[in-house]
């Protein structure tokens, strides 16, 4: 019901747009949001969005670096992620809140797409 993509092998410093397909019927009244995943640690929140698109959230962590945007007409997510660091390695993940803000607690979400892998070389 979501698929991620987007992701690869990119050298630090550079830019990267992920994208996240959602259907109509699962997100369209709900946010949506991004969370990471690097190897041997927990779940990490990135962002979110809301329904409409006027709210967005991002971790004070990647604020500057990292936005996130929505076509409603697409169904889509984006989350645009620049100046990015080898720290930044990782699968992420997007995901259908319960609620149409999203929070930063991932028990929050309730569909998960599958992830795509970001790398980021020194």
């Known amino acids: 019901q979501l698929q991620a993509s987007g992701g690869g092998l990119v050298q630090a410093g550079n830019s990267l747009r992920l994208s996240c397909a959602t259907s109509k019927r699962t997100s369209s009244n709900n946010a949506v949001g991004w969370f990471r995943q690097a190897p041997g640690k927990e779940r990490e929140f990135v962002a979110t969005i809301s329904w409409n698109g006027g709210i967005t959230s991002v971790a004070d962590s990647m604020k500057g670096r990292f936005s996130i945007s929505r076509d409603r007409v697409k169904n889509t997510v984006y989350r645009e992620m620049n100046s990015l660091k080898p720290e930044d390695t990782a699968v992420y993940y997007c995901?259908?809140?319960?609620?149409?803000?999203?929070?930063?607690?991932?028990?929050?979400?309730?569909?998960w797409g599958q992830g795509t892998l970001v790398t980021v070389s020194s």
């Open positions: 995901a259908t809140s319960l609620y149409s803000i999203g929070g930063t607690e991932p028990r929050t979400y309730r569909y």
